[in-house]
């Protein structure tokens, strides 16, 4: 489950950072530009936060020890009373554990009614009784005078109330960005993450290769570099190919985002008779109905990779998936230094938020 690790300061509060994270399993992550304080969310937060300050042009370290059986010293900063210093600190919020206690509770509640009746015929009523008397009187009439007496009766009503105390359920509730894996070595390296659905995915990357998915909580060795962003439309995702194959005696129905020109469309129903199927996904397959196997096979498609010239307007943004050896990375803005249109290399169709002109030219020169 993930844990909210507040980054705190005194003497930078408001002020812009640029946090690169090097957790201790290894690996680095940039979580970019942020407004401190700053809360992270991540199952993850022991190893080092390099805070970097543009305003001031200086680096603060923050250091989360990593858990080791031997407790590690903390230094302490000591502040300098005429200069800034780096008073960064942290703070876990501990997360309670919710628990679920019926209560009995009686609630005794007492009515008293002080309401006098004049009447000579005694009335029953379930609050208040008013009893006729007779008082003899020494020396009087023998015929005795009736004097009523108001009798105040408080009935206190006992109620045994069962108060079941509501328990809160909880949820896995995941935070999708946009996690960018780089390899700059020349190995096969593993990488992981955790989907937008709460699955742990392992996979492998390649030499030099960038991989791009919606997820959560990243690791993987410190050769293979990170990047955080937000998952939304300027997040191009890669393609996956994946095997599902039936385990029951009846049809399995399952989700998809297909991709790489696949064939078939979400949902998907395999009857028996087919038995398994390959196809490319951009999301990890969800299985709505029935029973079946998911195989994640971990390689990409070989998207076409295809030439486009793009004309619009000055500070028009264009996203795209780059592809042989394209220099401009997505989403780009164009600026007064380009030159219209701009010819650029992309596997899918960019997209731009202004009026202009978006032309395939053919394939890519440089594949």
């Known amino acids: 489950m993930a844990t909210i690790l507040e980054i705190l300061t005194t003497n930078y509060d408001g002020q812009i950072a640029d946090i690169t994270f090097y957790p201790c399993s290894g690996g680095s992550i940039r979580i970019g530009d942020v407004t401190l304080p700053y809360e992270y969310e991540t199952e993850n937060y022991y190893g080092t936060y390099d805070i970097y300050l543009p305003n001031y042009n200086k680096t603060c370290s923050l250091n989360i020890p990593c858990l080791s059986p031997t407790p590690t010293p903390t230094p302490t900063n000591t502040p300098t009373p005429t200069t800034l210093y ?126 791009t998915v919606c997820g959560t909580n990243p690791s993987s060795p410190k050769e293979v570099n990170i990047t955080i962003g937000v998952c939304d439309n300027e997040c191009i995702v890669d393609c996956f190919e994946y095997t599902i194959t039936l385990s029951g005696d009846s049809n399995c129905v399952f989700e998809f985002t297909p991709c790489c020109d696949t064939e078939i469309n979400s949902p998907y129903v395999l009857d028996p008779k087919e038995g398994s199927i390959t196809f490319y996904s951009r999301t990890y397959p969800v299985i709505i109905e029935g029973e079946g196997i998911i195989d994640d096979n971990g390689t990409g498609c070989e998207e076409v990779c295809d030439r486009y010239e793009v004309n619009a307007a000055v500070s028009t943004t264009i996203t795209f998936n780059p592809c042989c050896g394209e220099l401009r990375t997505s989403p780009y803005v164009i600026t007064n230094f380009d030159t219209l249109p701009i010819e650029l290399c992309s596997s899918t169709t960019p997209t731009i938020d202004t009026l202009g002109s978006v032309i395939k030219i053919g394939p890519c020169p440089s594949c």
Do not use: W
């Open 86 to 211: 780096c008073d960064i600190n942290y703070y876990v919020p501990v997360t309670p554990t919710p628990t679920s206690t019926p209560t009995n509770t009686p609630t005794v509640t007492q009515t008293p009614t002080n309401t006098q009746t004049q009447t000579l015929t005694p009335s029953i009523t379930p609050t208040k009784t008013t009893t006729p008397t007779v008082t003899k009187t020494p020396g009087a009439s023998p015929n005795p005078t009736p004097s009523i007496t108001p009798t105040n009766t408080v009935t206190p009503t006992v109620t045994n109330t069962q108060t079941q105390t509501p328990t809160p359920t909880p949820t896995n509730s995941v935070t999708c960005n946009c996690l960018t894996f780089v390899n700059t070595s020349s190995l096969m390296l593993p990488y992981q993450y955790t989907d937008c659905d709460g699955n742990t995915i392992n996979r492998i990357i390649h030499e030099l290769q960038t991989i």
